[in-house]
């Protein structure tokens, strides 16, 4: 299809993007299950490039013989467009994906053939346990090929599953959450997860009410993905360029070069990163302010965002690093932060706290004002005061506004890192390392109701 | 008269439905439904008046859902051949079969009547898709020129979606429908002093077709006339004093409060819990239904399927259910929920009110929500006269960030602009705010609902629920209205500045 395509182009330039994806999915809810599926979709989707006029048309299910019209609608498109800023040379002189011709290997409901059983026992085990389990399971697979006229034959094949499981009281008045990212489920002890939720549920049969003020607060790996993940979609080089975000220079220009964190914390994407391997190369189906789709095939290698503590990069496309005269340093689907050789484990650093909040996670995460990043949301599925080393009941719920860029200049100590889910964000981004984060003075602007 | 598209007609619906429905049959099914989609979308995005992003998409699909041993099965498939629906119908199937091991609760569902075979097309005038795409960008970049006379940087998006659905039951409901909505939004960016901010159109996204960008249904002329002005008022303006004000809220930002507080706080999914591990459930629990005071006595809140040019607004929705208004608060109290078949069968409410619907032909439908509204007053004040009732507070424009809790409660929302209120006038714009409140406490406190000739209908182009993620457009028609003794944030100092 994708070479096909090629050859009909009558255009100066094509790129075609062919996304074969596969999921299945289990959704449950007070021990029982409420929906589930398995879905295929394929869609292909033409640039065709006249000059420095782009067209882009994207169509689902294509068959052979719809294919001509598809890239004619795409020629005809990028003839009429005005012309792009973004215009650079096609991508070249990346080698050939060794599996380009492979079958693809799609996912289906069998996925869960081991999982399902282990999930129905965890059903059984919360039922005795005066417990409920809610969640969703999910595993998709998507293969792109990606084919230019300028040579490019690349592939990717990337499975995505993620587990969250959410345990409440029978008369749901205390929830916790966790949840998993996978690769193909084999590695999901969902035994395990229901037992820590379970403690924790112990641990919140002791209510302590808390006003609203700022407190030292423990955030796990998965709170800090969230607030980590907005802060990185905020960091294109051509907002900062012109004047309207947070990495915006006061005067002009970025503040690629200034230091945001005291402690010397490391945020990055590394795609060939163990457990949460990504696309090696840019797949960019259309512009926007921080992708181009000519840079489709562009190799993608580990970047810094930021480095010991210091903004190393802002996502870049040739484009904007023409503008900023920085490196060009696109987008990565996966994130990494670490902070110095050493850090404690979650449950060092409670050991280690006098008195202070531990969150479970954050929820509703929103954008108040976007010069300092200011976020609000809030706390949800279990807030737990921490005294004199020891966890001694659960916390009611709070509203934050906090601005992640703000929270780096003061975080006190940053915990080792592993592999964690995003709470909020994991229906975008599932492929995380992340530390627990030391804050001493989080902004908690309201009491919130909700359990 | 608006038809439907001769092209979607011609596909092989009715031979996919006649294959997958009969194998689900065969296979010992309860119930099949069966749903072939396409979903035309174009986005455009310009900066500076120059095109930046284009997306012309276009989705085709069916699906296949079965009740099977009283557990739901659902796969989908996009070959279309009877073989291939069949085929799908049998992965539906064995989907209901892994899966009943861990099921509990027996799948049932509401009575429908038998609609037969019904045709609906959505209320507008020009398919947008029929106007070339060259045409629109010229159109927004004229608009975004005349911004940047008074702006740093103007970005503008325009969003268009056509969407067909064929829909059969093993019952014998056949739907065939066509909906189009739009959604234009331009923002404009200045920085003065070391400070940016900006400020974006408060035309809602609607349903209606092309006609929206060139004087049907909205003023553009008028309003982006006013906006450098407006957005050079708000850099210079004062920063909100915290603190207890009363607000005049404009529909432009109501709307999307009524969304987040009201129209999923009355999802019966989120009550019964069904959402519970992901967007949350709901602080109006069943066990309340006819007993919560929501609101003041002036709310009325009904869920409508009907109105015309709302996003959430069908025929028919994706079980087959006919389009329906319902009350959710009247007086103040709430007396309904948002439903599906499922769920008005399990909860003993008779007939589904019509609120399942499916983003794609990839996704099984799920509860979402009606176009959710507030009533205005008959005869009631406008809204300069709800303004003049104000010694102290504030008056609010537009949507912008908003945020809620897991069972919509406690909330904070900002907005385009604000202005103080001053003995009844309004005394030029802040800027810095929020406004914080619960849900039943803000509501309760709305003193005043404007008229009709306040009325305006906002809407959500992309709402996101349920896992696997869904989006859904839904409309939200309000006044203005009075709140007093609401909290207002001075965000900056939230920031700890």
């Known amino acids: 299809m994708v070479e096909r395509a090629l050859e009909l182009s009558a255009s100066d330039g094509c790129i075609v993007l062919a996304d074969e994806g596969s999921t299945a999915n289990l959704r449950f809810a007070g021990n029982t299950l409420t929906t589930n599926g398995v879905a295929r979709s394929a869609r292909l989707t033409v640039i065709a490039i006249a000059g420095d006029r782009v067209g882009v048309v994207s169509r689902a299910a294509v068959r052979p013989d719809q294919l001509a019209d598809v890239v004619a609608a795409a020629d005809r498109a990028a003839r009429e467009a005005t012309p792009a800023e973004d215009a650079r040379p096609l991508v070249e002189g990346v080698p050939a994906s060794a599996h380009w011709d492979e079958p693809v290997t799609p996912t289906d409901i069998g996925v869960f053939e081991g999982f399902a059983p282990a999930l129905g026992e965890a059903f059984a085990a919360a039922e005795a346990g005066g417990r409920k389990l809610y969640g969703f399971a999910e595993h998709s697979r998507t293969t792109t090929f990606l084919g230019t006229s300028a040579g490019l034959r690349l592939r990717h094949d990337q499975p995505t599953g993620r587990l969250e499981l959410n345990a409440k009281s029978a008369d749901l008045k205390r929830s916790a959450w966790t949840g998993v990212a996978t690769r193909d489920f084999a590695d999901v002890d969902v035994t395990g997860l229901d037992s820590s939720l379970a403690r924790r549920l112990e641990w919140a049969k002791n209510r302590i009410d808390l006003p609203a003020g700022r407190y030292e607060t423990l955030l796990p790996p998965s709170s800090v993905a969230d607030l980590m993940l907005y802060m990185l979609w905020s960091a294109g080089a051509r907002d900062a360029l012109d004047g309207r975000s947070v990495f915006a220079k006061q005067g002009g220009g970025t503040r690629v070069g200034e230091r945001l964190a005291a402690l010397p914390v490391t945020l990055s994407g590394d795609p060939s990163a163990p457990g949460i391997e990504c696309a090696p190369f840019v797949m960019a189906h259309a512009s926007s302010r921080e992708s181009s789709v000519f840079d489709n095939g562009l190799s993608l290698s580990p970047t810094d965002w930021v480095q010991d503590g210091t903004l190393e990069a802002l996502l870049q496309t040739r484009h904007s690093a023409d503008l900023s005269g920085l490196p060009v340093t696109p987008a990565i689907d996966n994130l990494i932060m670490r902070g110095p050789e050493g850090g404690r484990s979650l449950e060092d650093m409670i050991a280690s706290t006098e008195r202070g909040l531990l969150l479970t996670c954050l929820w509703y995460i929103r954008e108040v004002d976007p010069q300092t990043l200011l976020l609000t949301g809030l706390t949800r599925d279990g807030v737990y005061l921490v005294e004199h080393g020891e966890v001694v009941g659960e916390v009611n719920n709070f509203r934050f506004n906090e601005s992640p860029v703000d929270l780096l200049g003061r975080i006190t100590e940053v915990g080792s890192s592993a592999q964690t889910l995003p709470r909020e964000w994991n229906d975008y981004w599932t492929r995380t390392v992340m530390p627990a984060l030391r804050v001493p003075d989080f902004n908690m602007s309201t009491v919130s109701q909700a359990s | ?497």
């Not at chain 2, 019509?354 to 009533?375: E, K, T, W, Y």
């Not at chain 2, 205005?376 to 507070?393: C, D, F, Y």
């Not at chain 2, 385009?416 to 406190?445: E, K, M, N």
């Open chain 2, 1 to 497: 008269m608006r038809q439907i598209d001769p092209d979607f007609l011609e596909l092989p619906s009715r031979q996919l439905a006649d294959a997958a429905l009969q194998r689900a049959r065969d296979l010992g099914a309860e119930h099949a439904d069966f749903r072939l989609e396409r979903i035309r979308s174009e986005t455009l995005s310009l900066y500076d008046a120059r095109l930046e992003g284009a997306m012309d998409a276009d989705d085709l699909g069916y699906a296949v859902r079965v009740v099977k041993g009283g557990t739901w099965g659902f796969a989908s498939g996009i070959v279309l051949t009877p073989q291939a629906a069949a085929a799908v119908a049998e992965q539906a199937v064995r989907v209901a079969e892994v899966s009943a091991p861990i099921n509990r609760e027996p799948i049932e569902l509401a009575p429908e009547p038998v609609h037969g075979e019904v045709t609906w097309v959505s209320s507008y005038e020009v398919d947008p898709f029929t106007v070339p795409s060259a045409d629109k960008v010229a159109l927004l970049a004229d608009w975004s020129a005349g911004l940047l006379k008074g702006a740093d940087h103007v970005s503008a998006r325009l969003h268009q979606v056509k969407e067909q659905k064929f829909y059969a039951d093993t019952a014998g409901t056949v739907t065939t429908q066509q909906r189009v909505r739009i959604y234009p939004r331009l923002n404009a960016m200045k920085a003065v002093d070391g400070r940016f901010d900006d400020m974006s159109t408060i035309a809602p996204a609607v349903g209606r077709g092309y006609e929206y960008l060139t004087g049907t249904g909205w003023d553009w002329a008028a309003e982006l006339a006013e906006l450098p002005g407006l957005l050079a008022e708000k850099l210079a303006a004062p920063s909100v004093e915290a603190g207890e004000h009363d607000l005049v809220i404009h529909p432009s930002n109501l709307w999307l409060t009524i969304h987040e507080s009201i129209g999923h706080a009355t999802e019966l999914d989120r009550a019964l819990g069904y959402e519970a591990a992901y967007a949350g459930t709901s602080f109006a629990t069943f066990d309340q239904l006819g007993e919560l005071v929501y609101g003041s006595p002036l709310m009325n809140v009904t869920g409508d399927r009907t109105v015309e040019h709302g996003l959430a607004t069908v025929g028919y929705d994706d079980e087959g259910v006919q389009g329906q208004s319902f009350d959710i608060v009247r007086d103040g109290m709430l007396v309904g929920y948002q439903l599906d078949r499922r769920m008005a069968l399990m909860k003993g409410l008779g007939r589904s009110n019509g609120c399942a619907f499916a983003d794609s032909p990839g996704h099984m439908p799920i509860q979402r929500m009606a176009n959710v509204s507030l009533a205005p007053a008959p005869g009631g004040p406008s809204t300069e006269e709800l303004i003049s009732g104000v010694e102290r507070g504030l008056y609010i424009v537009g949507d912008k960030s908003w945020s809620i809790d897991m069972q919509r409660y406690n909330f904070q929302f900002t907005g385009q602009r604000a202005y103080r209120i001053s003995g009844g006038r309004l005394a030029g714009q802040v800027r810095d705010f929020a406004y914080q409140a619960t849900t039943t406490d803000f509501w309760q406190s709305m003193e005043a609902v404007g008229g009709p000739q306040t009325h305006m209908l906002g809407g959500a182009f992309n709402c996101g629920k349920g896992q696997p993620g869904q989006v859904a457009p839904v409309s939200h028609g309000c006044p203005s209205a009075l709140f007093r003794g609401v909290r207002i944030l001075n965000t900056v100092q939230e920031g700890g500045k």
